[in-house]
């Protein structure tokens, strides 16, 4: 159990707690459930499955039973909801909830925490808001005492949202997204392979009937031609224009065409579009081979992503906190996501505010539509839409610009999409764009090549650096490099990297006073494994290597099922930054975490023996550590796996694994590609409005030295008007 210094103010002594999954099941409810418990015992409240929403509710009896500390163990990984979820007819009559108020009372439960969509959450708002008058009922016909008025006198109700389509307003994302993303872009890469063998056109249906969330993000993370949604229907005379860009790509030697439609696709007239409609309109008009592919209820099944584990643990403990310090005139609030910070909201606002969605688009006010549906929603469809055509060189304006990518530092999932990303944005905005292969030192040698729209074509789903990276810093080939941005005409540069990457540009910067060329507007895109890049939550590359730990510690768990009293040490990459590996432990459900930024001695260690030992006693004969490959130089990984199996002979025995540079490989998250996508059209689209600025004036311009969150900026106060005329 969690040390007891966290939360120490806070206690759930002589509270009870129910905890339900209702409507639809999603990837996470399981990770949810299981906070909510511990968390719950943690600060010594009793916590209660109610097996089967609200129908077990309404049931009673076994239905509704107090859980213990291991009850929510081995759950993490499980897809679904362990405690079943059913549409329940009975709830929604006041008779029924006549009767799930008697049995929360029964049980003494004034504390009710559901995850599931707004239907349930409105429900339980409802039920709340009935409370007082269902209690002075059950008493007035003697099915409770008419102290249990006084003593149970309100009801305090928290939602989370479990939904894989991410079609509540008000948070950011909700519990299931993005494991059914994972589900969809593991189709989509294996239908790659076989629609470039035979040069075909795939039309994918993925779920959405009132959301086009899964559909817009999955286009933008795999580069579909062509995405239909029920927010952003096609304008009038889209089948000339779909065919029409289909054949352009395939003029451009394009192999394959993948086009998605959302479930609940519509056209500007409410009429539904349909995947076997836009596959005829495919085969009529232009005669490809094309194919379509329903992905169905497996976009709800599976392992849930890490992101999804850590954003739901995040969320049942939020949950538990906003119980225990609601009040009679508390609101009932839905804990969200914004940004990267879980924050209550009010339940029935964001309610409110999502059937808002459903009647603009009935009304057919569809940008009214997508501007509820939130700023990440409008950034991803606004990206999509610039990414997603070329347009005619006619059309283009011309900046004269020329910008420079590169990548520098250890690959990192989700480079090439940024590369891709940053191209793509920068030929729309009319610069010259340049591809420098193998960072600093080959910018030095000249290794520098004008990159094209159709040159970066297919590059979000692949893994590693296409243009190669090294981690060397720029210092000893200053002068080169100068000569190199004066010969290619460099305008802006873009580097998307690590931590070296941050470095070189400050090195960079700091030589202005020396070159001139030095003296335009730079920009880094954090993207590395570690997460170590200062000013930025996230970095392309943390997440995929996040899921690789978790998906190896989900399997090393498995190992131990059948070996009884075994303790799995495992060392993470991470530098001297502990984000992989306290993220990990989260994700994968590991009883310590050893990382850099918190420190430790021997007492934790012998400490952290002797919690596995008492654990061994129990049904859970199992152990996991994590270990950040820096966390302390003499307690190394060997250190501890020799410690753990001297103290531990007799109880239990030790294995070790190093993970190593898998954690870099592999196919990107649909996090990363999206991520990367949006971020490094950001960097391109600042670096295009400080060119333009500094042209127009012809005078020195101060650049804004940090975008919050996610770009650091370097840019002269000195020289960059009078560099970028010239």
Known sequence: MPDKKFFENLSGGGKAIGVLTSGGDAQ?????????????????????????GYQG?????ENIVEVTWESVSSILQVGGTVIGSARCKAFRSREGRLKAACNLVKCGITNLCVIGGDGSLTGANLFREEWSGLLEELARNGEIEEEAINKYAYLNIVGMVGSIDNDFCGTDMTIGTDSAL???????????????SHQRTFVLEVMGRHCGYLALVSALACGADYVFIPEYPPEEGWEEHMCMRLSENRARKKRLNIIIVAEGAIDSHNKPITSEQVKNLVVQQLGYDTRVTILGHVQRGGTPSAFDRILASRMGVEAVLALLEGTPETPACVVSLSGNQAVRLPLMECVQMTQDVQKAMDERRFSEAVQLRGRSFQNNLNTYKLLSTKKPAAELPKSNFNVAVLNVGAPAAGMNAAVRSAVRIGITEGHRMLAVTDGF???SRGQIKDIGWGDV???TGQGGSILGTKRTLPGKYMEKIAEQMRNHNISALLVIGGFEAYLGLLELSAAREKYDEFCIPMVMVPATVSNNVPGSDFSIGADTALNTITDTCDRIKLSASGTKRRVFIIETMGGYCGYLANMGALA???DAAYIFEEKFDIRELQANVEHLTEKMKTSIQRGLVLRNENCNENYTTDFIYQLYSEEGKGVFDCRKNVLGHMQQGGAPSPF???????ISAKAVLWLSKKLQESYRRGEDVLMAPFLPFMLWCLASTEKIGQHVKH
């Open 588 to 590: 994968a459900g590991a």
């Open 28 to 52: 996470g409810m399981n990770a949810a459930v299981r906070a909510v418990v511990r968390m719950g015992i943690y600060v010594e409240a009793k916590v209660y499955f109610i097996y089967e």
């Open 441 to 443: 030192e080959g910018f």
């Open 457 to 459: 074509g297919g590059w």
């Open 672 to 678: 990363d590609r999206n991520f990367g996508t949006k």
């Open 182 to 196: 994972h589900r969809i872009i593991e189709v989509v890469d294996a239908i790659m392979t076989t629609a470039q």
């Open 57 to 61: 509710m309404v049931d009673g009896g």
